[in-house]
């Protein structure tokens, strides 16, 4: 029972919890390609769950659910509206028939109408969702990118480099990400006028928002990563490595580092997920289209069904990639490839 | 040993080793100190504001708006002409306790959960760690979304569903450490004296599976402030005349590229506050492995 700790609580939980730290990991390689069958099976639990979990949700707005669905009082549904919605939710049915209805509803990909976009929320979603999958890729990608080139930079190089480092993890990893991205603009864009503050959706648009939301990221990914290196650096095959010869970058990029990513590529299903909700406030901030920003006027105008489009569409997020990443622990670990 | 062993390796596997790892805080004591001078001025700031703040934190001023610092107002003020330093201190108060009270109710939750996992059985504990992996899937933000579209944006609002958010984490940590006690060597010895399974339950498991949780909640506090603050910038917290930290950043992000002042300071005090009690956390989390290895 081990779990790798970040400093931070809500990251390093997120681990499975039989994945364990580079010494014990042995015993679990025999588990190899039947892991990625039971993070399939599991994944399908989870959208399950997660369907239970918003049709709860539905039924514990207050007031008529119909009126609720139907874009709350505030909008004053007419009453064939109502109708309409209560016959489609069987609201004047039993629970249980409710309950079949909906997860058969999701099934077929109806995730009802959206009243404040006027159009229906598989439509909404479909509309702004590529903006948002280019920000949370892209800022997925460069948090890698700063949490590895942080580690392999600092890790156990000598003390500076080392408090520079970590100092500047946990740093990163306190950093609200509105914040953040109020201070970029303001340094990057109105200060020294190398980025305009809305770039649009080119690619130049996509550095300041990518940058915002990576930052953090990489504060949490490099602290995970970290420990494992150095973990991963006191190991018997690094000192063998080195005793035939091999350079201590050859060592540290060869065999460390795949050592050191398992950790942090666990986290990062979780992480897209998170970095969706994120590009709530990013795109608000920068402008930027996509579901953020959609979500976010949703909120505010008690658009449910928009909510819980956007909720069901995250989980399955969350659920994919952790089958991607299952994937990719099969290609960066060899051990579980032998049977 | 091992109880060490294992409650070193759920605090964190690189810190249990007397190998130094990196970290900054680990050879430099002054990041704790500075921590807890830094948290000795917030309880001063929640307990009387007015020694620290030498204005009211809604008091108009319009003849002195969007100032920059001067030694009259320290950090300058915003467009109302209202002192940012005072805005600042009387802040604290909301601002932390949405973030205080978020973690607490996530704990709480936590170690329902957690326990029941740890102690009540495979059945159970199959059952919760599923209940745990679909609530991963929802990411605290969205959650705290939900809440709001639900029951519509308010205090409380924000800190059940922070709360909540948080909740699956923590759980699985008490479970993970109650698991590492219950086979851990004075268990035994306790079972051997002859206790009965629930005075050694009571008596000896779960009060030694506690013993980290200060840590964990330590190491929460900064992001559950985050989350909090967030949903109050988005406007879904803390109404905006209101002094809280999430609020001022939100109200003054018009005057940016003018007055750099009104939105440095209450984003760096969250930073700070984060920072604060991450250091303290990992301070305290290595004093609490270094008891143990003296026991």
Known sequence: MTTVSTGSVSFEDD?????????ARTSHSQRGWRRLVRTVGSGILVLWGAATVTFIAINAMPGNPAVAMAGGAASHPSKAVIAAVTREYGFDQSLFVQYLLYLLRLIRGNFGFSSSQKMPVADVIAESIWPTVLLTASALLLAWILAIASCLLTVRRGRFATSLGSGLEVLSAALPQYWLGILLLEIFAFSLGWIPATGGDGAVGLILPAFTLAIPLAGFMSQVTRDEFDLALEQPFVISARARGMSDWGVRLRHVLRHAVLPGLTLSGWALGSLISGAVIVETLYSRNGLGGVLLVGVTQQDMPLTVGVTLIVALVYVVANVVVDALYVVVDPRLRSR | MTTLDSSAALLGAGTSRPVPTASAFRRLRIGPILSVLFLLFLVVAVVDPSLLAHYQPLAVDPAKSLEAPS?????????SGRDVFSRVVYGATPSLSIGLAATALGLAIAIVLGALAGL???????????ILEILFAFPALLLALLF?????ASVESLIISVGLGSAPGYARMVRGQILAVKSSPYVEASYVLGHSRWRVLGRTVLPNAMRPLLVLATLGIGQSIIWASSLSFLGLGAAPPAPEWGAMLADGREFISTAWWVELFPGAMIVFVTLATTSLGRYLQRRLEGRGADA
């Open chain 2, 148 to 152: 709001v579209t639900i029951f519509g």
């Open chain 2, 120 to 130: 009540g059985g495979r059945v159970v504990d199959a059952i919760i760690g599923r």
């Open chain 1, 15 to 23: 681990l499975d919890s039989d994945f364990t730290t580079t010494g």
């Open chain 2, 71 to 79: 030694v009259a107002h320290l950090f300058g003020t915003d467009e």
